[in-house]
């Protein structure tokens, strides 16, 4: 590359930001290119919800505790990070999920995948559903496919193809454990295509499950379906900062405003970016934002009204985990499963709860338990905003009573996420295409991140890896 060294500034140092960070080092690497990258990130830490804390034995995590092994990209990104001798698959000894239904646990089915059943005498026979509602969830069966494109909301799909029942029971709290959100207004084509996909293929979504199921009954997969790090989650977002050089990362460092320079020679930066406490801008020929959705449209909002408008429509909840370390024999339950959801019929305070120390290994010590619960989400934001101890409370209270615990836990430790969770409502994809069209008038300019295109840890990696190339193939132009 001739002439001065181009700069590319990062705003955002969550797994996001320092995946972009990651492949555009790579990637400038291997093409023999020279370039300046500075990675902004307003808090003094590095990895955004990628948080581990051991304490007295107990590993706890604060944010996502694994990742899907069917989305290839995190485990891709493990293995080139030398983490792959880290990665563990779930204890196969305790290969179920609960839910809570009349207060008290059920196990889902054996061959219920997410929505429907692909195995019949398990469901037949399953305590969860009554018989009514098991008849209407059979209607899958026969039931035709949708005529009409009109784009759904997950609960009305759930409901025209399996019933009332089934979205109840089964679909609210399982796509709130992994979204956080409210089905009635989460979009199915958003993040949940798959089962467009096959009432289109197969009209019967059951009968589709099934045969989906049959074509990978032959492969033995090298790992379970979730995946963790033996040490923690936190060690993705270590691994990722020691894989960069030390001058990249800036902590402590604000971005307050973004400014298309009026000069737009292409000899010069394009871009300016305004930092707290700090009277010189950072000038930049390209700029990944990598910041949630209403953070990217504060920074933006004097440079693109336009996108900064369709930023804002994307719209957030806020979640809290609880981690509680106990001794094994204050626990009456069997802890024989990964562990439970709640439907909001239960009228529960916690809306899910993992066995960490059954679902991976090396979470406790022998004798110990350790319990990760979930608040908070589309149905109970307010709670996240409780104090300390009356939170603690109601959660040691609701887990008390689900398992059978006696006595105080050993060790409390809330993590709050405000604002952390993005929800793909109906509409969502289309308002993608328009800050797309937006982002056209802005060469240089990208965004990244769990807002848009996947909300899960291998999604946002994936995301950034394209738009490491895309913003490399702009600069070298």
């Given at each position: 590359?001739?002439?001065?060294?181009?700069?590319?500034?990062?705003?955002?140092?969550?797994?996001?930001?320092l995946?972009t960070?990651y492949?555009?080092?790579?990637?400038?690497?291997?093409?023999?290119?020279?370039?300046d990258?500075?990675?902004?990130?307003k808090?003094?830490?590095l990895?955004?919800?990628?948080?581990t804390?051991?304490?007295?034995g107990?590993?706890?995590?604060?944010?996502?505790?694994?990742?899907?092994?069917?989305?290839?990209?995190a485990?891709?990104?493990?293995?080139?990070?030398?983490?792959?001798?880290e990665?563990i698959?779930?204890?196969?000894?305790?290969?179920r999920?609960?839910?809570?239904?009349?207060?008290?646990?059920h196990?889902?089915p054996?061959?219920?995948?997410?929505l429907?059943?692909?195995?019949?005498w398990p469901?037949?026979?399953s305590?969860?559903?009554?018989l009514?509602?098991?008849?209407?969830?059979?209607?899958?069966l026969?039931?035709?496919?949708?005529?009409?494109?009109?784009?759904?909301?997950l609960?009305?799909?759930?409901r025209?193809?399996?019933?009332r029942?089934?979205?109840?029971?089964?679909?609210e709290?399982?796509?709130?454990g992994?979204h956080?959100g409210?089905?009635?207004?989460m979009?199915?084509?958003?993040?949940?295509?798959?089962?467009?996909d096959?009432?289109?293929?197969?009209r019967?979504l059951?009968?589709?499950?099934?045969?989906?199921?049959?074509?990978?009954?032959?492969i033995?997969p090298?790992y379970?379906?979730?995946?963790?790090?033996?040490?923690?989650?936190?060690?993705?977002?270590?691994?990722?900062?020691?894989?960069?050089?030390?001058?990249?990362?800036?902590?402590?460092?604000?971005?307050?405003?973004?400014?298309?320079?009026?000069?737009?020679?292409?000899?010069?930066?394009?871009?300016?970016?305004?930092?707290?406490?700090?009277?010189?801008?950072l000038?930049?020929?390209?700029?990944?934002?990598?910041?949630?959705?209403?953070v990217?449209?504060r920074?933006?909002?004097?440079?693109t009204?336009?996108?900064?408008?369709?930023?804002?429509?994307?719209?957030y909840?806020s979640t809290?985990?609880?981690?509680?370390?106990?001794?094994?024999?204050?626990?009456?339950?069997?802890l024989?499963?990964y562990?439970?959801?709640?439907?909001?019929?239960?009228?529960?305070?916690?809306?899910a709860?993992?066995?960490?120390s059954?679902?991976f290994?090396g979470?406790a010590?022998q004798?110990k338990?350790?319990?990760r619960?979930?608040?908070?989400?589309?149905k109970?934001?307010?709670?996240?905003s409780w104090?300390d101890?009356?939170?603690a409370?109601?959660?040691?209270?609701?887990?008390?009573e689900i398992?059978?615990i006696?006595?105080?836990?050993?060790?409390?430790?809330i993590?709050?996420?405000?604002?952390?969770?993005?929800?793909?409502t109906?509409?969502?994809?289309?308002?993608l295409?328009?800050?797309?069209?937006g982002?056209?008038?802005?060469?240089?300019?990208y965004?990244?991140?769990?807002a848009?295109r996947g909300?899960?840890?291998?999604?946002?990696?994936?995301q950034?890896?394209?738009t490491?190339?895309q913003?490399?193939e702009?600069?070298?132009k």
């Open positions: 590359m001739k002439g001065k060294q181009k700069r590319i500034a990062i705003v955002g140092a969550g797994i996001a930001g995946s960070a492949y555009l080092s790579k990637l400038a690497k291997q093409g023999g290119l020279h370039l990258i500075t990675l902004l990130e808090e003094k830490r990895g955004g919800s990628l948080l804390e051991k304490v007295n107990f590993l706890m995590e604060g944010g996502p505790d694994c990742f899907i092994s069917e989305k290839p990209w485990l891709k990104l493990c293995k080139e990070l030398g983490l792959e001798h990665v698959g779930t204890n196969q000894q305790t290969r999920t609960f839910i809570l239904c009349g207060g008290k646990l196990e889902i054996e061959g219920f995948m997410l429907a059943p692909t195995s019949l469901f037949v026979t305590s969860l559903f009554t009514p509602g098991k008849a209407r969830m059979g209607l899958d026969i039931l035709p496919r949708k005529k009409s494109d009109a784009e759904e909301s609960a009305a799909f759930v025209r193809r399996l019933g029942e089934a979205l109840e029971r089964i679909a709290p399982l796509v709130a992994i956080a409210d089905p009635e207004t979009s199915l084509k958003s993040t949940f295509p798959r089962f467009i096959l009432e289109r293929e197969y019967s059951i009968w589709g499950m099934k045969q989906r199921k049959k074509q990978f009954a032959n033995t090298r379970t379906m979730f995946i963790t790090l033996k040490d923690g989650m936190e060690g993705m977002a270590s691994a990722l900062k020691n894989s960069l050089p030390h001058d990249i990362c800036a902590t402590g460092q604000e971005v307050v405003k973004i400014e298309q320079k009026a000069d737009k020679s292409a000899k010069k930066p394009l871009y300016r970016l305004s930092l707290k406490g700090k009277k010189r801008p000038e930049a020929d390209a700029v990944v934002m990598a910041t949630p959705a209403f990217t449209a920074l933006l909002q004097g440079m009204g336009d996108i900064a408008r369709q930023l804002n429509t994307i719209p909840v809290a985990t609880i981690n509680l370390a106990y001794e094994r024999s204050q626990i009456g339950h069997p024989d499963g562990g439970f959801v709640v439907p909001r019929l239960e009228g529960r305070r916690i809306m709860a993992t066995f960490s059954v679902k290994a979470r010590s004798g338990a350790l319990l619960c979930f608040v908070g989400g589309a109970n934001e307010e709670l996240v104090g101890d009356k939170l409370a109601a959660v040691k209270e609701d887990i008390a398992l059978n006696t006595g105080e836990p050993r060790h409390v430790r993590f709050r996420w405000e604002k952390a969770m993005p929800q793909y109906v509409g969502h994809e289309e308002k295409s328009r800050i797309e069209r982002l056209a008038n802005l060469p240089g300019l965004l990244t991140g769990s848009y909300i899960g840890l291998s999604d946002c990696v994936h950034a890896e394209l490491a190339q913003c490399l702009f600069i070298t």
